[in-house]
């Protein structure tokens, strides 16, 4: 993308600025944002938009090794963890909110949004998936938790095309956000 995808504008603010806002909107507390080592501007937005901060000082093994570090962090007691990526900037706080509601009232393991047939973001575990997700043998990471238990998880349907929004490339980024072409 040429620049974190962090600090991107997602009409106004930045990418992490949107998904925080997007999980404090909806209700989650506390929101943790995991950073690498030097990434101060990201870490100063994600404050800024309400989240607390923890750096991963080994990032390079991937996205899980982010959640167990906010794992450790929440310790016993919490209810569930959302886990939302940085490239979801257009979930809405009311599309959290409806999912965070649904998860409370349910039993189930896991909740995830769904926008027609297509599964989003952010992803609720539960405890009963913590110990999976802490064990250091896991291969495929959460992916691999969520997948291993879909058939138990709670599909909320929801109408926010920004659950499904993934942005990986200047191509996705540019659809997003200038649909008409480019500045």
């Not at 993308?1 to 507390?29: I, Y």
């Not at 016993?76 to 998860?103: I, N, Q, S, Y």
């Not at 110990?131 to 909320?156: F, I, N």
Request: glycine share 12%; net charge negative; aromatic share 4%.
């Amino acid at each position: 993308m040429g620049r974190p995808k962090a600090l991107l504008d997602a009409g106004g603010r930045s990418f992490v600025s949107a998904v925080v806002g997007a999980l404090v909107g909806g209700g989650c507390d506390p929101v943790l944002v995991v950073v690498a080592p030097g990434q101060d501007e990201v870490a100063r937005k994600a404050e800024a938009a309400g989240a607390a901060i923890l750096t991963n000082p080994d990032p390079g093994e991937g996205p899980i090794t982010s959640l167990r570090l906010a794992l450790a962090r929440l310790g016993e007691g919490v209810l569930g963890v959302a886990f939302c990526p940085v490239d979801h900037p257009l979930v809405k706080a009311d599309t959290v909110a409806r999912l965070v509601d649904a998860f409370r009232e349910s039993q189930a393991p896991l909740a995830l949004p769904m926008v027609a047939d297509k599964r989003g973001h952010p992803v609720i575990l539960g405890p009963t998936l913590f110990p999976e997700l802490e064990d250091a043998g896991l291969e495929g990471g959460a992916r691999a938790v969520v997948h291993r238990h879909l058939g138990e998880a709670l599909l909320v349907s929801v109408s926010d095309p920004g659950a499904v929004t993934d942005i990986d490339t200047p191509e996705d980024y540019r659809a997003a956000f200038y649909p008409g072409g480019a500045p």
